[in-house]
């Protein structure tokens, strides 16, 4: 798989090869994480729990056996409109969290790349902001993960 970036005026398109996949809950935690196929492009959607005095974010979690010395690419992005302003993070094999990814204009896109340091089984969890002010960010998105070619 690869991708491919065209950029028209304000418009950005972007092709990235990978099997679809379609988030399936629960996948809150770690254990409980979808371990699509990779490349993939995986679709789906967070939505806000909790109250509306203390607003809690969907998790979703993916996980993926790595190689290690090989590096990954892992895009996020809003889709159908979507306004989701999301934080994307990181877990190495074991636990720990190796890096928190959060746009700070409130964009709806994060896009990193990584090469794990072990091999193992990684994760990628996904949720919204959360602000006292003006609750969870929720929406759809699709997110594209894959291994450099």
Do not use: H
Not at 21 to 29: A, C, D, G, I
């Amino acid at each position: 798989g690869g991708a491919s970036t065209a950029t028209t005026g304000n418009i950005v398109t972007r092709t990235l090869a990978g099997t679809a996949f379609s988030e399936t809950e629960p996948n809150e935690t770690i254990a409980q994480a979808n371990a699509p196929t990779l490349p993939v492009n995986i679709s789906a959607e967070i939505v806000a729990r909790g109250t509306e005095e203390a607003p809690v974010s969907d998790v979703d979690s993916f996980s993926f056996a790595a190689t290690a010395g090989t590096t990954y690419y892992v895009d996020q992005l809003g889709r159908n409109a979507s306004t989701l302003d999301a934080i994307v993070t990181l877990v190495g094999p074991d636990g720990e969290v190796i890096e928190e990814f959060d746009n700070p204009d409130g964009g709806t896109t994060e896009s990193f790349s990584f090469t794990a340091a072990t091999a193992g089984t990684y994760v990628v969890q996904v949720e919204g902001y959360a602000s006292p002010f003006t609750g969870v960010s929720t929406g759809l998105y699709t997110m594209y993960v894959a291994a450099a070619q």
